[in-house]
């Protein structure tokens, strides 16, 4: 039946993901886009808290939890996105149905495996600026964003200590298309830009428990990502084009197109996490990941009033089940998790930092005879600001993921 789901689902991320628009925020302008993936649902309502070594949940934030999966599992995960956005004067609202990840996990012995896609960021946005004089009016888009393919192993060196790697292969195109038009003059001003990104990533993790008081145990996770670079074949066209109240666009002259290359640098990462708890009932967890400033400015997108700071996030959560093995009633065996976020995104717009902050909740329902579960969780949470001219956008997301559990590998007993 598993086999049958993942064959279904891969077919349907490969239609999906490169066509959804996966933000509405004006600041996906910016470098790669909005920077949606903070792990699977599982770890998302707990603030982003992934420390725990699981046996039945793929942690896609730290490779070397793949050694510790004992059930070939399947991740599968989206989330529906309310936004309203508001400045001083003026609000609107926005919403967005999105596939976040997909992903396998095969138990190996010691070893473990995990491979799967991730739409990582994305662009998505519409502003018109519209003038009652003879200012100019202007209309800007922008769709597209950056996916990751990955394929990590995990080993399992103790019990206790588990250390892993994985590669990422980024892909992805954005597009922009900026109109430019004069009030009553029929004839305005396109520019179209077109970025293919392309790279290559790798990260490093050690995951660590310990007892330290009879049932409780220590948690700890750290994780590593190496600076890369993106590779940028960006291609601009300006052209005249005619325009309707819809701004549907007849294009009148065109000039050559302008076709340049940029590598972009993505600095190295350092995440960092630790909790205590008891394996099957309660988890409590902190965490703290620190990005230095990239140079993510393109072509298109590069302005005197935007410039890249260090990127912080601090992150607090846990879960709690009543009792995991309770087959009488069945809320003891859900879980419950919650958690806060706080991140400093690194984007500083007219001397202000982007920073976002969220509160989530969540449930974990197993599946009954099996170790499957659905998982879902809420989150809301604020981004930006209204002061210096800029955009606050507050929103609220309800996320279903699906963690599915089969045996593939059985050693024969008898030949």
């Not at 600041?27 to 808290?49: L, N």
């Not at 520019?191 to 008081?213: A, P």
Request: charge should be positive; hydrophobic fraction near 35%; proline fraction near 2%.
């Amino acid at each position: 039946m598993i086999k049958k789901i993942i064959v279904s689902a891969c077919l349907l991320l490969s239609l999906v993901t490169f066509a959804q628009e996966g933000t509405a925020s004006p600041y996906s302008f910016y470098g790669i886009g909005d920077v949606r993936f903070k792990g699977t649902h599982e770890t998302r309502a707990m603030g982003g808290i992934a420390v725990e070594q699981d046996s039945i949940h793929m942690n896609l934030q730290n490779p070397a939890s793949f050694a510790s999966l004992k059930l070939t599992t399947f991740s599968l995960g989206g989330t529906n996105s309310s936004t309203n956005l508001k400045t001083e004067t003026k609000s609107a609202k926005a919403s967005r149905t999105t596939l976040d990840y997909l992903a396998v996990g095969l138990p190996l012995g010691k070893f473990g495996v995990g491979f799967g896609l991730i739409p990582y960021s994305s662009v998505g946005y519409k502003i018109r600026s519209l003038s009652t004089g003879t200012e100019n009016n202007q209309s800007f888009n922008g769709t597209g964003g950056l996916n990751k393919a990955f394929l990590g192993v995990g080993y399992k060196i103790t019990s206790d200590l588990s250390l892993g790697a994985d590669v990422n292969y980024n892909f992805g195109k954005i597009e922009t298309n900026n109109f430019e038009y004069i009030t009553d003059i029929a004839i305005g001003t396109r520019e179209l830009n077109e970025v293919d990104l392309s790279g290559v990533n790798f990260n490093i993790g050690m995951m660590y428990q310990t007892k330290i008081y009879k049932k409780v145990s220590l948690f700890s996770s750290l994780n590593y990502s190496l600076e890369s670079t993106l590779k940028s074949k960006n291609t601009r066209n300006i052209a005249t084009a005619l325009y309707n109240s819809n701004f549907d666009l007849a294009i009148v002259d065109i000039l050559e197109d302008v076709k340049t290359e940029e590598n972009l640098k993505v600095p190295s990462k350092y995440a960092m996490s630790a909790g205590i708890g008891e394996a099957k009932k309660w988890l409590v967890g902190i965490g703290y990941t620190f990005q230095g400033a990239g140079s993510l400015s393109n072509s298109y997108n590069a302005l005197d009033n935007v410039s890249y700071e260090k990127h912080q996030k601090y992150n607090i959560g846990g879960y709690y089940i009543p009792n995991y093995n309770a087959f009488s009633s069945y809320a003891k065996r859900v879980t419950y998790r919650g958690g806060f976020r706080y991140e400093k995104t690194g984007l500083i717009i007219n001397s202000e930092p982007i920073k976002d902050m969220a509160v989530s909740l969540g449930f974990g329902l197993p599946l009954t005879g099996t170790f499957s579960n659905v998982n879902i969780g809420l989150e809301f949470g604020k981004k930006g600001t209204t002061s210096a001219g800029l955009v606050e956008e507050n929103y609220a997301n309800v996320s279903v993921g699906f963690s599915l559990n089969e045996q593939w590998f059985v050693k024969r007993k008898f030949n």
